[in-house]
């Protein structure tokens, strides 16, 4: 398993390093000084991974194609241009005080309906991660405590850091409680 991590790390590398200025269709840059990255090939089964990170490479480690040049983002863009921007629709029922209905957050900049538009938003950024789903439910075979957190629920829609959004929250249960909890101010405090 580890081995196979590696390789596919080494040709992400390699992959990202041919986007390099100068670069032609996938190929490494042909410019002095760089070296295009080479990948260990492929092993049989009856292979066994005996060194580190570095033994995957002839002479220890790739190298970068050129000092001081960026290499393109890895971030994906978003999944349509339109998309771009990060708004939610929430809608809450069964909290009370007030809380209940729909609000509309748009961020970067804060704005919307939602009276707390700012911290909602800075709440969401702290909690995106690359990789990661900020609005993932809970595993299905996460072990939850069995405490009832009232009858509140949310459901959260519209595109958030380019990706669309389709979330429902619940307080059946401590998993459920406890993501529930994370992303206030997003959604109200209903605590009883």
Known sequence: MLRRLLLTAAVSAATALSWAPGAT???????????????APPAGPAAVFTGGPSSLFPGGVPVPARAGTALP???????RPDDSADRLTVTVDGVGGGADGTLELEC???????PHA???CDRLDRMTTW????FAPVPPDALCTMVYGGPATAHVTGTWAGRPVDARYDRSNGCEISRWNALAPVLPDARA
Not at 25 to 39: C, I, K, M, W
Not at 73 to 79: D, E, G, I, V
Request: aromatic share 0%; charged share 10%; glycine share 14%.
């Open 131 to 134: 990789g990661k789903d900020t």
């Open 25 to 39: 269709a996938g190929t490494p840059s042909d410019a002095p000084g760089v070296s295009p990255v080479p990948v």
């Open 118 to 120: 700012a911290e909602a």
């Open 73 to 79: 983002s890895l971030m994906p863009p978003p999944a």
């Open 108 to 114: 970067h900049p804060a704005g919307g309906t939602h």
